[in-house]
């Protein structure tokens, strides 16, 4: 266990459906990322929060959003959903490793749209 | 792109052998860290090398960083069968952490 918590471990979903998929980072940790894993895109950055605020975004489409909760929680939501999303999403957090950013990973949560 | 390319994409080899695998990236960066990553599972970070390094080890683990010709290896000495997993090199070059496409290393008993 990496301390990191995804939810759900597996979605099955329909095209156009909305998901929301749920992070807890590791205790202490104030940092959250985001990842999409699919077999054609290896692993795509898709945005950063620290402390409550995003700090920086990569691949990211319109259809989707993130965002960091007071409790430090995260959340990644996937709207109008296309077969091309199914992929694993990770969530990862830091802590204040000095000038660098050490990754703790969850075990991922696998969307399926069918 | 800031992503590192890993080299080879895949590496079959006897167990107790030494396995090999190089990251090349383009632009500056802090720092340079490998992941492993077993079927399916969350990433592992496994080492950190920072751009004033050129050498760290760690267990079974070399990496070596060439900030002059912008690349790393990762050496994994005497292979086991819990190594089979892929290998991924990450530039740390700010506030995000890219990722390459990985090498899938094998095992074999």
């Known amino acids: 266990d990496s301390g990191v918590t995804q939810t759900p471990k597996h979605l099955i979903t329909a095209t156009g459906q909305r998901v929301t998929l749920r992070c807890s980072p590791r205790?202490?940790?104030?940092?959250v990322y985001w990842y999409q894993q699919s077999l054609d895109q290896g692993l795509q950055f898709l945005i950063q929060?620290?402390?409550?605020?995003?700090?920086a975004k990569g691949n990211i489409l319109e259809r989707f959003s993130a965002q960091q909760f007071p409790d430090l929680h995260s959340e990644l939501n996937l709207s109008s959903l296309e077969l091309g999303d199914s992929a694993l999403y990770f969530c990862?957090?830091?802590?204040?490793?000095?000038?660098?950013?050490?990754?703790?990973f969850g075990a991922g949560s696998r969307l399926t749209v069918l | 792109s800031q992503q590192g390319e890993e080299d080879p994409q895949a590496l079959s080899i006897q167990e107790g052998e030494n396995a090999t695998m190089n990251c090349s990236y383009k632009?500056?960066?802090?720092?340079l860290q490998w992941y492993r990553q077993n079927s399916g599972r969350g990433l592992v970070h496994l080492i950190l090398i920072r751009s004033n390094e050129r050498e760290k080890h760690s267990g079974r683990l070399r990496v070596t960083l060439d900030t002059s010709k912008k690349s790393s290896s990762l050496l994994i000495t005497a292979s086991r069968a819990a190594d089979t997993a892929s290998y991924f090199c990450?530039?740390?070059?700010?506030?995000?952490?890219?990722f390459g496409a990985g090498t899938t290393v094998t095992v074999r008993a």
């Open positions: 990862a957090s830091s802590g204040p490793e000095a000038g660098a950013n050490v990754l703790t």
């Open positions: 929060y620290y402390n409550g605020e995003e700090r």
């Open positions: 990450a530039t740390d070059w700010g506030y995000k952490l890219s």
């Open positions: 632009t500056s960066i802090n720092n």
């Open positions: 205790s202490g940790d104030l940092s």
